[in-house]
Each structure stands twice: as structure tokens, then as C-alpha cells.
């Protein structure tokens, strides 16, 4: 059931929705190609050049609190507008570092803009459409945000040849004059005036702590940070995996993240078809079997000599995102319905905990994890072992409910 609000063409709608999805895949994502290039250039670590994830997502985390509660107050379309000129300035910057400090503030300034775009487009789709179509749309969503780390990757090695690692930035500065450009002429405000909340400091942190109080709400937080967290380990060592566990060179990440996001991307189409209300527990139960069953194909592979090699260590990957990706759309909205009046903060709240973990995992997790191909494939499904648990928790608490 769509609601009466009048958002122009649905599909310029969704378009719009599913680039500024994008902002986040691209930003980490496009980079990893150039690491080998940067490591040389800028006489650094590959350690260091992790930094450059870490810090967007620790910005990325830090002010993502702060866009859903200002777009709760002011409407959704000036906040997505001044994150876009704001990401385009900080991509200039990033093109033109003379070094990695530099390099790192340009990252943070990513971080703090990226957020307007990818949380607040997220509590759009409830503010437009309700019950299943409001599902429907966030899958839709989620298979095209699946697109974006796939192909990243893929754009961030060809640009090497065109301005070396500088061209990754000069393309993401390009991406957010696009968004500037499609959101100021084509959006509409999703958010009329009387439904807005108002706006001070000790609103700001009220409606944070609602959402954050609401244990249910703040386990789905968690528990959706944990569940992508298996993924994200095989994406913050897709540097290491690519060069040196398999042996591969810059322009050969596709590799990896084809079947990565393959998976995700069919998972999406599948849930947008199949999205019923009533069958909404029973897909997250399907998503979950998959993603334990691929991560634990995964491991077995890497332990047994002659499948720990390509083509065979990345055959599982698919069933295993498949799996991630089902539940994905359902964990969303299922938090986002626990607070029809704080949707953007309860988004931010989401966003926040997951970005945290990213940044964890990005920083420390993964460096140590990408040692070995065993050890890889472990971390990620330690991590899919983990949410599943939280997940038949969360259930368990639910159904006595």
C-alpha cells in the first residue's frame, strides 16, 4: 500500500534511493585496488592504508547518531543535499592529498557526509510506503545497494590507469555531484512538516536514547552489525586475499567480489518477490540455514588442500550472501516499525552499531584474520554462528511476547 505522499516517478524515486545506498559500498570499497600503488607512493604499511577505512568508518559512525534525528526535524532532502556537496568537497580534498595524513583527514570528512545519504534514505521508504510494499521496496533497495561493492572494486582498478590512486577520488567526487545534481532537481520531501519532530540538543539525545532503550530494538541493532560482519571480514581482506592468498593483481578483485555480492544481489531479488507477511520469519529462518551453510562450505574448503585455491574457495561465497542477504530487508524493517515516530534516529542507532563493528573488524579483525585461508573463512563464520544465535534469542523473546 503506498502512501499519499507525492514522491514524482517511482522509478526516479528508487533510482535516487538506490545511488545514495551506494555512497557507503563505493567510498570503502573503490580503494582496496590502489593499496599496492598507495603503499608505494606514499611509503606506507599496508596496515596503515587499513587506517584509511577505519577512520571513514569511525566518522562514518560518529555524526551517522546525528543525520536521522536532523531529518526527523528539518525534512530529509536539505540534510541528503548538504551530505552530497559536503562528500564531493572531501573527495577533492582526498584527490589532491600530498600524503597519507592528509589522505586520512579527507577519509574522516568522507565519513562525516556519507551518512546523510545512506541513513537517510533508509528512513524514507517508511515515510512513502507501508506493510509489504514498504518490504518490497527495501529489498529492491538492497539488491541494487548489493550492485555497488561488487562493481566498486572493479572501477577502483581501472581507474589506476587513468590518474592512479588520485582517479578513485576524483570518480567519488563525481558520484556525489550526481547525487547533488538528481536529489536538488528530481526528490521530493518524503517527510511533511507535521509529522517532523522538533529540534534542540536534549531532543537530539532523547530520541536516541528511545530507540536505544527499547531492548528489542537495541538487539536488532546488534545482531544485524554481527550478521554483515561476516561478510565484511572477506570485504576488508579482499586486499590481502586477492594479492597474496591467491596471488592475483589489482585489477583482479572481481574475482572476489562478483560471487560475493552475487549471492546478495539475487537474495534481494528473491526477497522482493517473496515478502509476504506472513512469511516473513519463515525467509529469515531460509536466510540464516544458507549463510551457516555457505560460511561453514567455506571453511571446509580452506582446509582441504587443492579447494583452498581459486576457482573452488569462492564457490560458496554466493550461498553464503545469498543467506545474508534475505534476512538483511526483514532485520531493517523490523526495527525501523518500533519507532514509527523516530525513524531516522532509529536508523542512525542501527547504522551507528554496524558501523562500529565495520570499524572494528576493518582495523583489527581482519589484518589478523587474512593470515591464513583457514583462519579467514573461521572469522566469518564465527560471526554468522554468533547472529544466529542472537537471532533465535530475539525470536524466542518475541513469540513469548
Same mark, same amino acid.
Given at each position: ?19 545514495? &545506498?551506494?555512497? !557507503? %559500498? $563505493? ?18 604499511? +599496508? =596496515?596503515?592504508?587499513? *587506517? ?15 543525520? !536521522? ?8 532532502? %536539505? ?18 592529498? %600530498? +600524503? ?6 579527507? @577519509?574522516?570528512? *568522507? ?5 546523510? !545519504? *545512506? ?13 509489504? /510494499? ?5 529489498? *529492491? ?29 576524483? $570518480? ?7 547525487? $547533488? ?32 532503550? +527499547?531492548?528489542? !530494538? ?17 570485504? #576488508?581482506? #579482499?586486499?590481502?586475499?586477492?594479492? /597474496? ?7 583482479? $578483485? ?17 526477497? &522482493?518477490?517473496?515478502?509476504?507477511? @506472513?512469511?516473513?520469519? @519463515? ?9 551457516? &551453510? ?52 532509529? &536508523? ?9 563493528? +565495520?570499524?572494528?573488524?576493518?582495523? =583489527? ?21 554468533? #547472529? ?14
Amino acid at each position: 500500500m503506498t502512501r499519499k505522499i507525492d514522491i514524482g516517478p517511482k522509478w526516479l524515486f528508487l533510482l535516487i534511493l538506490a545511488l545514495l &545506498s551506494m555512497f !557507503g %559500498p $563505493f567510498t570503502i570499497d573503490a580503494i582496496f585496488p590502489a593499496f599496492t600503488r598507495m603503499e608505494a607512493e606514499l611509503q606506507v604499511s +599496508n =596496515l596503515a592504508l587499513q *587506517q584509511l577505512v577505519s577512520v571513514y568508518l569511525l566518522s562514518y559512525a560518529a555524526v551517522s547518531l546525528f543525520h !536521522g534525528p536532523i531529518s526527523d526535524a528539518f525534512g530529509r532532502k %536539505p540534510v541528503i543535499i548538504v551530505g552530497s556537496v559536503g562528500f564531493a568537497l572531501a573527495s577533492l580534498l582526498g584527490a589532491l592529498a %600530498p +600524503n597519507l595524513p592528509v589522505l586520512l583527514v579527507a @577519509r574522516g570528512f *568522507q565519513g562525516v557526509f556519507a551518512g546523510a !545519504g *545512506q541513513i537517510v534514505s533508509r528512513a524514507m521508504i517508511p515515510d512513502v510506503f507501508e506493510g509489504e /510494499e514498504a518490504q518490497r521496496v527495501m529489498a *529492491q533497495i538492497a539488491m541494487l545497494f548489493g550492485i555497488a561493492p561488487a562493481v566498486a572494486p572493479i572501477i577502483g582498478g581501472y581507474l589506476l590507469g587513468w590518474d592512479g590512486w588520485r582517479g578513485v577520488f576524483w $570518480f567519488l567526487m563525481l558520484f556525489g555531484i550526481l547525487l $547533488f545534481v538528481l536529489v536538488w532537481g528530481g526528490a521530493r520531501e518524503t517527510l511533511p512538516k507535521e509529522n517532523r519532530t522538533r529540534f534542540d540538543g536534549r531532543f537530539l539525545f532523547v530520541s536516541l536514547w528511545k530507540v536505544w532503550k +527499547n531492548r528489542a !530494538g537495541r538487539l536488532l541493532a546488534i545482531i544485524g552489525a554481527i550478521h554483515f560482519g561476516g561478510q565484511f571480514v572477506l570485504i #576488508s581482506a #579482499s586486499s590481502i586475499f586477492i594479492t /597474496e592468498l591467491v596471488g592475483l593483481g589489482e585489477t583482479d $578483485f572481481w574475482v572476489l567480489f562478483v560471487p560475493l555480492f552475487g549471492g546478495m544481489i539475487f537474495g534481494s531479488w528473491l526477497t &522482493s518477490h517473496f515478502n509476504a507477511e @506472513r512469511l516473513r520469519w @519463515r525467509i529469515a529462518f531460509i536466510g540464516y540455514c544458507c549463510a551457516l &551453510s555457505g560460511a561453514g562450505l567455506l571453511v571446509a574448503f580452506a582446509l582441504i588442500p587443492g579447494l583452498n585455491a581459486l576457482p573452488w574457495i569462492v564457490l560458496p561465497m554466493p550461498l553464503y550472501t545469498l543467506g545474508i542477504s534475505l534476512v538483511f530487508p526483514i532485520q531493517t524493517m523490523a526495527m525501523l516499525e518500533l519507532y514509527p515516530k523516530y525513524r531516522g534516529a532509529a &536508523s542512525s542507532v542501527q547504522s551507528f552499531v554496524s558501523l562500529l563493528t +565495520n570499524a572494528l573488524i576493518v582495523g =583489527l579483525i581482519a589484518p589478523l584474520a587474512a593470515t591464513s585461508m583457514p583462519t579467514l573463512m573461521l572469522t566469518s563464520l564465527g560471526f554468522t554462528v554468533v #547472529s544466529t544465535l542472537l537471532w533465535a534469542w530475539y525470536r524466542l523473546r518475541i513469540s513469548r511476547a
